[in-house]
């Protein structure tokens, strides 16, 4: 499982995806740096490796715990293929499965959850992560890379598959690093944690 936290370097992955994790929040597996009421987990989906791209970066910002969801039956990597399967995902509203879905997020409490738009809204694949907990007070930040759809298409797939949680309204990271930084600052305001995941920030 891709699992990583910032500061550490996974070595799981053989393709090196995670290997661009090189925060300095040492120890941030345990969200040291963060406030008492804060843990977050930040898990992402990604076909082409955009929306790794900007985890990775959002991770660093914020020395979240981290997750790459593996879809247990990977989308091919031609591009009409990948679209005639998802498509087909999206229509049947289905819940495609995950390999390496964690047993429990139990000690999260804010959920950074990032993915492509396909077709006008998330994959499916994110909808089976959310609907595999309970959320019962925790957050959900969704955040998502386009090609030019705002992550606002996936709210309300987002939010019904988020039940008991508060969905903040996301953001979509298409943008230069600035702007995610902004976006990620507004989403932390929301939580109440911006003092501290500043902290951090400034020791990147
Ligand atoms: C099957 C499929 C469907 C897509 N549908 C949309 C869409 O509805 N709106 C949009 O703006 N971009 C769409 N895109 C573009 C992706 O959202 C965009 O390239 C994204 O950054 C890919 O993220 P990834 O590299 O993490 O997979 C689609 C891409 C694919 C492969």
């Known amino acids: 499982m891709s699992m990583t936290a910032c500061g550490q370097t996974d070595t799981e992955g053989t393709d090196g995806n995670?290997?661009?994790?090189?925060?300095?929040a040492s120890g941030a597996s345990e969200n040291q740096n963060a406030p008492d009421n804060v843990n977050a987990l930040v898990v992402y989906f990604s076909w082409s490796?955009?929306?790794?791209?900007?985890?990775?970066?959002?991770?660093?910002?914020?020395?979240?715990?981290?997750?790459?969801?593996?879809?247990?039956?990977?989308?091919?990597?031609?591009?009409?293929q990948c679209g005639e399967v998802a498509l087909a995902e999206r229509d049947n509203n289905e819940r495609s499965g995950i390999a390496?879905?964690?047993?429990?997020?139990?000690?999260?409490?804010?959920?950074?959850?990032?993915?492509?738009?396909?077709?006008?809204?998330?994959?499916?694949?994110?909808?089976?992560?959310?609907?595999?907990?309970?959320?019962?007070?925790?957050?959900?930040?969704?955040?998502?890379?386009?090609?030019?759809?705002?992550?606002?298409?996936?709210?309300?797939?987002?939010?019904?598959?988020?039940?008991?949680?508060?969905?903040?309204?996301?953001?979509?990271?298409?943008?230069?690093?600035?702007?995610?930084d902004n976006a990620v600052d507004g989403m932390i305001s929301q939580l109440n944690e911006k003092r501290i995941y500043r902290q951090i920030g400034q020791t990147l």
């Open 100 to 180: 390496n879905l964690p047993e429990s997020i139990e000690e999260y409490n804010t959920i950074f959850v990032g993915y492509p738009i396909w077709y006008y809204t998330a994959p499916m694949v994110v909808g089976t992560f959310l609907e595999s907990y309970d959320l019962s007070g925790k957050t959900v930040v969704p955040f998502c890379t386009s090609a030019g759809s705002s992550v606002d298409v996936s709210l309300d797939f987002i939010r019904a598959a988020s039940e008991n949680a508060t969905v903040l309204d996301g953001f979509t990271a298409n943008g230069s690093n600035s702007e995610i």
């Open 49 to 80: 490796r955009n929306t790794e791209e900007m985890t990775q970066y959002i991770q660093r910002q914020t020395g979240a715990d981290m997750i790459e969801l593996e879809p247990a039956v990977p989308y091919l990597e031609d591009y009409s």
């Open 18 to 24: 995670l290997s661009s994790n090189t925060g300095t």
